[in-house]
């Protein structure tokens, strides 16, 4: 039956989401369970894309990636792809009606990270940060508003904003693995070598920048289905953040963060305190 591969489909996004991103994971759970599926299916899609450029080191990345993309685009035109992660991405994808253009941003920020290695230019990093992240949180929305256009084009500047300011975070959290095992460094006219305070604070204040917009013009905006589970991951990022502020900046390339699970529960039980007494 075709139900019983769609559903094994299903759960393979799933699966992926839970054995890649425990915080994420997390999120995803406080979803309407109406919503999660198509989110599970969009991170799953991601994930595996994002592993063939930052993991697959013993294997041709561009090859791979020359492979994903070629098969996601005939399980789009097709509706089906023995690829389960593809097969249930592209459901998601003509559900919801989430344009090429997201997905061709995306992909094309993933190929630059097959040869990219600098960004010069606040262009060239807008642009990237654009296809990794803020396509990524477009796609949600479009799941979030379930087809609602005026909801859509109210919150999508939120929506990249927020997108924007967890993909800095990340940035800034990996600057060691990137910049030394991979040999990266997105932050356009920063010396990640000699990183100093005023750089990075430079930084921190555009990613609060982001983090303000993206809470008071889309998370407490949206539909009920997904606000809970938006904040908690909002809250997740904005502690990482906290955290990489007290690093003194000579620091921050030997010091690799992380949210213990205790904190997490905390942070949980207190964003469903606020939650509930309709705080947020």
Do not use: W
């Not at 939120?158 to 967890?166: E, K, Y």
Request: charge should be neutral; hydrophobic fraction near 40%.
């Amino acid at each position: 039956m075709k139900e019983l591969f769609d559903q094994t489909s299903h759960n393979c996004s799933k699966l992926v989401t839970k054995s890649y991103s425990t915080s994420f994971s997390l999120a995803v759970n406080m979803l309407s369970p109406s919503i999660r599926t198509d989110i599970y299916n969009i991170y799953g899609f991601v994930r595996f894309a994002d592993e063939i450029v930052d993991t697959f080191h013993d294997y041709d990345k561009e090859v791979l990636m020359a492979n994903f993309e070629r098969d996601y685009y005939l399980a789009k035109e097709q509706g089906i792809s023995l690829n389960p992660i593809l097969n249930s991405f592209q459901q998601t994808v003509n559900k919801y009606k989430i344009s090429n253009d997201m997905v061709q941003a995306f992909l094309k920020s993933m190929k630059a990270d097959l040869h990219k290695t600098e960004y010069q230019t606040k262009a060239e990093y807008d642009e990237y940060i654009y296809g990794s992240a803020d396509v990524v949180g477009l796609m949600c929305l479009k799941v979030f508003v379930n087809g609602d256009d005026d909801k859509y084009n109210e919150l999508k500047d939120a929506a990249m904003r927020l997108g924007s300011a967890f993909q800095k975070v990340n940035f800034l959290r990996d600057l060691k693995a990137d910049y030394e095992d991979l040999n990266r460094s997105y932050f356009p006219n920063v010396d990640l070598g000699q990183l100093n305070a005023a750089s990075k604070q430079i930084i921190i204040d555009e990613i609060e920048a982001d983090f303000d917009y993206a809470y008071t013009e889309g998370i407490l905006k949206l539909p009920v289905e997904a606000k809970f589970g938006v904040y908690m991951a909002y809250r997740y990022y904005r502690r990482l953040l906290k955290k990489l502020k007290s690093i003194p900046s000579e620091k921050i390339m030997d010091t690799r963060i992380r949210i213990s699970d205790p904190m997490k529960i905390n942070l949980l039980a207190r964003s469903y305190v606020k939650y509930k007494l309709n705080i947020i």
